[in-house]
């Protein structure tokens, strides 16, 4: 009968103190490049009344928007019309 011989599994914590330690552990010898997230901007929590919210949804629904998408885009006409500049 042949023996099989299992080489023990090292220890993640253990101090790397060779090329073959590194090797061992199966490491990349380069890191990854790290991606950020692109910046969302502010989120704003509004409260709606059932009558309100029911207006909002029926609006968006009509114009084949989520009710995020509708809320957003009347808000942001409402202040620039308010501050009399151009929507962005």
Do not use: C, Y
Request: aromatic share 4%.
């Amino acid at each position: 009968m042949v023996r099989r011989v299992i080489k023990p599994v090292l220890d993640p914590f253990t101090s790397i103190t060779s090329d073959e330690d590194w090797e061992a552990k199966g490491w990349s010898r380069e890191s990854e490049p790290l991606t950020a997230a692109p910046q969302l901007g502010a989120m704003i929590s509004i409260r709606l009344d059932p009558n309100s919210a029911s207006l909002v949804r029926r609006a968006a629904r009509l114009l084949g928007m989520t009710r995020s998408e509708f809320v957003q885009r009347v808000a942001v006409s409402a202040a620039a019309e308010a501050l009399e500049v151009e929507r962005p």
